[in-house]
């Protein structure tokens, strides 16, 4: 079975369609944006929060904390600063030794208040990660391993299912409600108010296998409180899976658990009973600094969820369970006496640290975490604090848009993830488990989701590329794409094929020689080097990625162009019945990729290659529209040459999926879209067409006339008949696709580009909307794909995916500021384009290089100005803006001097262009 551009193995529950690959025989081909996993939700939940939306820059460590409120689709608006990740005087830190409180100044915030027990909760580092609900328990949560997805990680292991919390018999989040959930940048908080006030902060310091939780207690009388902790532990790895072979539970082996040194630890060693199967020692810790004052062993201590509800395999399920049948972890509590002072405060640190090397490593992650805390979360807020500063934008048109600027930055952050010594296995979907081909000793990545998907994945990593360096987040784009490579040549001899899917432990799921493969994210690799290479200006890493690069592309002809007519054949983006056996996608991205490694190519001086790839892409670009355009459709085939009529040969295959942007979306090397002004301003006024766009942004596949049985549920937008029925889900990443072919096409107005901006945006910031708030799910609610919060843990689509970010800081930084780096070749170009009705954008610190640079537009009656400011960027400058539409120039100034200038006819408009001067350059333009 072959996957969506949400390709992730297609899973268990058959609702999860376009999926990935995995599938399992159940679902139906399916894989576009379409359905990872446990996507489908209620339609039209209204979340009904009374979640304030929280902005400021205080702490407990930093002062009085400022508060503002961003406006947004519901504005609800009370605020306070990050502070209070745990507003705290004494604290017990390492050592028992009195420490500051657990704070994260300078963070913005968004609290929720409703159906805390209804939400997922998530704090990542690079090196671990936790997930529970918002009120701090821990249902089973996932459907990869059923019920297994959620608790503690660091990859390649599951540490715990949980930690709980009980104060004199009473746990948190049961006997004890919580109050409040906050989401800061990199971390989360829970109120507990009650006679003894209590305050939970979690959060994950980077470069350590470990999360951290913070208790800090107020009470209002001096006493001495019991503290009861319970931990159960689930040492496993996130593969095998349920349903392949091996399953999860053959590869899952008991947990032991003993008390050493004041803590819990948890082990499980062993080989498991199938072949090429290998020794393993996981093992996890859980304690305090604090000396308990008792301990206990035993198999439950699941806190206020033991005994534990289990989850079935399969078939009829409650609709909240506590473990699953693949468990077979074991528990431990301890015990604390906790003497306070009328009105002090004090903060208590926990760590749930663990290694798939051992009790020793362990250990040492363990002691790490708890040396102090207080510092580890100082230098973690730093951190964020450092990333919220880089592309920071001003959008007084559109402030929900500029907040979900900054949360994407954040969600990008939050989606980093590393593993060590991958043992690189081609598991074919699931049927087979070889010996090992090889070790990539250190893989580092865009997680694409979690909790289901927090692998590397060639689809993900090179859409949200495009988010990433404009977030200027450079680094983990660089390795995201060393890991790919280094992973697909052990994997596939060096073929030039990209693996699609490739879990922490190595195993490859799908994307071998022997596999279908994605067509598209092999084409894709070029242009994501490229990308990266215009932004940064390093030769060193393009030269790193050329011959990877080239082989890339060279794969495609070899292998995927049996008929030499130049389209390529394999799987794509969107896999459904009836679809020919070359894809639209595929075509846009080979073409851009193709154009892409020619201007690679030609900067080597590898005349051979430019050359090839030059003539093969504009080739391809020549014959593009005639063969792909299908006038009666108002937009682009989907596929052609349908293997199952053998008269089709090359005939236009129309089913309205979400790949009908891409023309539109993709950017060839000179600046253009593929896709023809004409046919592109058809297309996208069709797309956004009720029978193509719901409230929160692009159907995977648009409603129409179709002679699939199940019929047209919605309205027609034209009238060809399609094999198939609409698929009225909404992926972040469709509708990001479709947010930046309008801003290709300088259509950035209230019904065009701000529809999806704002679609993605509000599933991410809106109260009525959101699940976790700040953290872009995979899937919006939507006719076809109820509200997660209306589905059981167990049955969701991802609570964070990091692709819908492409939908909002692309738009903005690359399209509204128009920051356009050719650094490759030593120039860059700042030419912005207001959004229709608004009057300023601005951006500061807009990495670029080894540099920056700052960027304003404005309106001001008849005077159009651009003020670019570079730092530290050593390149050509153009500046420029785009004229309003009908606009004509008066008159030109650069620096408040009479300026030759040129217009430029683009595909966003009309552009009036000038030669920056120096570090800083005022363009302003009189409008006739």
């Given at each position: 079975m072959t996957p969506d551009p949400?390709?992730?193995?297609?899973?268990?529950?058959?609702?999860?369609?376009?999926?990935?690959?995995?599938?399992?025989?159940?679902?139906?081909?399916?894989?576009?944006?379409?359905?990872?996993?446990?996507?489908?939700?209620?339609?039209?939940?209204?979340?009904?929060?009374?979640?304030?939306?929280?902005?400021?820059?205080?702490?407990?460590?930093?002062?009085?904390?400022?508060?503002?409120?961003?406006?947004?689709?519901?504005?609800?608006?009370?605020?306070?600063?990050?502070?209070?990740?745990?507003?705290?005087?004494?604290?017990?830190?390492?050592?028992?030794?009195?420490?500051?409180?657990?704070?994260?100044?300078?963070?913005?915030?968004?609290?929720?208040?409703?159906?805390?027990?209804?939400?997922?909760?998530l704090v990542v580092g690079d090196r671990a990660y936790a997930m529970g609900?918002?009120?701090?328990?821990?249902?089973?949560?996932?459907?990869?391993?059923?019920?297994?997805?959620?608790?503690?990680?660091?990859?390649?292991?599951?540490?715990?299912?949980?930690?709980?919390?009980?104060?004199?018999?009473?746990?948190?989040?049961?006997?004890?409600?919580?109050?409040?959930?906050?989401?800061?940048?990199?971390?989360s908080r829970i109120d507990y108010p009650a006679a003894v006030d209590v305050r939970r902060t979690d959060f994950v310091p980077d470069g350590i296998r470990a999360t951290l939780v913070g208790l800090t207690f107020t009470s209002g009388t001096s006493r001495t409180v019991k503290l009861n902790v319970d931990?159960?532990?689930?040492?496993?790895?996130?593969?095998?899976?349920?349903?392949?072979?091996?399953?999860?539970?053959?590869?899952?082996?008991?947990?032991?658990?003993?008390?050493?040194?004041?803590?819990?630890?948890?082990?499980?060693q062993g080989t498991p009973a199938y072949p090429n199967a290998t020794r393993h020692d996981f093992a996890a810790f859980v304690g305090s600094s604090l000396r308990p004052a008792a301990h206990q062993l035993g198999p439950d201590h699941r806190g206020p969820q033991s005994p534990a509800v289990i989850c079935p395999k399969d078939g009829t399920t409650p609709a909240r369970c506590d473990d699953s049948l693949t468990g077979k972890g074991t528990g431990g509590g301890l015990t604390y006496d906790v003497p306070l002072k009328a009105g002090e405060q004090k903060t208590i640190w926990f760590a749930v640290a663990g290694s798939d090397q051992g009790s020793k490593a362990?250990?040492?992650?363990?002691?790490?975490?708890?040396?102090?805390?207080?510092?580890?979360?100082?230098?973690?807020?730093?951190?964020?604090?450092?990333?919220?500063?880089?592309?920071?934008?001003?959008?007084?048109?559109?402030?929900?848009?500029?907040?979900?600027?900054?949360?994407?930055?954040?969600?990008?952050?939050?989606?980093?993830?590393?593993?060590?010594?991958?043992?690189?296995?081609?598991?074919?979907e699931g049927k087979d488990y070889p010996a090992p081909l090889g070790t990539v000793p250190t893989a580092r990545w865009f997680g694409a989701g979690f909790p289901d998907y927090p692998w590397l994945f060639a689809t993900d990593g090179e859409y949200t590329a495009f988010a990433a360096v404009a977030a200027g987040q450079f680094d983990t784009v660089k390795e995201h794409l060393r890991a790919l490579r280094d992973v697909s040549d052990l994997l596939n001899n060096r073929s030039g094929k990209v693996a699609h899917e490739v879990t922490p432990t190595g195993d490859v799921y799908f994307g071998s020689n022997q596999s279908a493969g994605n067509t598209d994210e092999t084409v894709k690799f070029p242009s994501t080097v490229a990308l990266l290479w215009r932004w940064t200006g390093d030769n060193k890493f393009r030269d790193e990625m050329y011959n990877f690069s080239v082989r890339n592309l060279q794969y495609v002809y070899k292998t995927l162009d049996k008929d030499g007519d130049g389209w390529p054949e394999g799987l794509g983006n969107v896999e459904r019945s009836g679809m020919g056996v070359e894809k639209l996608d595929n075509t846009v991205y080979l073409i851009r990729g193709l154009s892409d490694l020619a201007d690679m190519a030609a900067a080597k001086h590898d005349t051979k290659t430019a050359q090839w790839a030059t003539a093969k892409a504009t080739d391809l670009e020549s014959r593009f529209e005639a063969q792909w355009w299908v006038p009666q459709a108002m937009g682009y085939a989907d596929s052609i040459d349908d293997p199952a009529d053998p008269a089709n040969d090359n005939t236009p295959i129309f089913q309205r999926h979400w790949i009908g942007v891409t023309p539109m979306e993709a950017v060839l090397g000179g600046g253009s879209p593929l896709a023809s002004d004409e046919h592109a301003q058809i297309a996208l006024d069709q797309r956004e067409k009720p029978c193509y766009t719901g409230e929160f942004g692009l159907f995977h596949t648009g409603t129409g006339p179709t002679s699939d049985p199940k019929g047209n549920p919605g309205p027609s937008c034209d009238a060809v008949v399609s094999q198939v029925p609409s698929e009225r889900s909404i992926f972040g990443l469709n509708t990001s696709i479709m947010a930046v072919a309008e801003g290709n096409f300088g259509r950035l107005g209230p019904k065009q580009q701000r529809v999806y901006t704002t679609g993605n945006a509000r599933i991410q910031l809106d109260p009525s909307v959101w699940e976790t708030p700040g953290a872009m799910p995979e899937i919006a609610p939507s006719p076809d794909s109820p509200a997660n919060i209306g589905r059981a843990f167990y049955d969701r689509s991802m609570a964070l995916q990091a692709w819908g970010t492409y939908g909002i800081l692309w738009p903005v930084i690359h399209q509204?500021?128009?920051?356009?780096?050719?650094?490759?070749?030593?120039?860059?170009?700042?030419?912005?384009?207001?959004?229709?009705?608004?009057?300023?954008?601005?951006?500061?610190?807009?990495?670029?290089?080894?540099?920056?640079?700052?960027?304003?537009?404005?309106?001001?009656?008849?005077?159009?100005?651009?003020?670019v400011t570079l730092k530290g960027v050593g390149a050509a400058l153009t500046v420029g803006a785009v004229l309003p539409s009908g606009a004509t120039v008066k008159s030109v100034t650069v620096n408040g001097h009479a300026a030759q200038y040129k217009l430029v006819k683009t595909s966003r408009g009309t552009q009036v262009q000038v030669a920056g001067t120096g570090s800083r350059t005022e363009l302003k333009v009189m409008l006739g």
């Open positions: 949400t390709n992730r193995s297609s899973t268990h529950p058959p609702q999860r369609g376009p999926v990935r690959r995995e599938a399992v025989g159940r679902l139906p081909v399916s894989r576009g944006p379409v359905s990872r996993g446990p996507v489908r939700r209620a339609v039209g939940v209204a979340l009904l929060a009374t979640a304030t939306v929280l902005a400021g820059s205080a702490s407990a460590l930093a002062g009085p904390s400022t508060t503002t409120s961003v406006a947004g689709p519901t504005n609800a608006g009370t605020a306070s600063g990050a502070a209070g990740a745990a507003n705290a005087g004494s604290a017990t830190g390492a050592g028992g030794a009195a420490s500051a409180a657990p704070a994260a100044g300078g963070s913005s915030e968004l609290s929720e208040t409703t159906r805390l027990a209804d939400r997922r909760s609900d918002e009120t701090g328990l821990y249902p089973a949560a996932g459907w990869h391993v059923r019920g297994e997805m959620g608790g503690f990680w660091s990859q390649p292991i599951k540490l715990l299912d949980g930690i709980w919390f009980g104060l004199d018999g009473n746990w948190l989040g049961k006997q004890v409600p919580a109050a409040k959930y906050t989401s800061g940048h990199g971390y931990a159960h532990s689930e040492l496993m790895q996130p593969y095998p899976w349920d349903w392949t072979s091996p399953s999860a539970a053959a590869a899952n082996l008991p947990d032991t658990g003993d008390f050493v040194d004041g803590a819990l630890r948890f082990r499980e362990a250990e040492s992650e363990y002691r790490k975490a708890l040396s102090n805390p207080t510092m580890l979360l100082r230098a973690k807020s730093a951190a964020r604090q450092q990333i919220d500063a880089q592309s920071a934008v001003d959008l007084p048109g559109d402030r929900l848009l500029q907040q979900s600027v900054e949360w994407s930055k954040q969600n990008l952050a939050d989606s980093v993830q590393q593993a060590n010594n991958l043992q690189i296995r081609d598991v074919n509204q500021l128009g920051v356009d780096p050719d650094l490759g070749h030593g120039r860059i170009a700042v030419v912005p384009q207001l959004p229709t009705g608004q009057h300023k954008v601005a951006g500061s610190n807009i990495r670029v290089g080894r540099g920056a640079v700052d960027v304003t537009a404005r309106l001001t009656g008849k005077a159009l100005s651009t003020e």
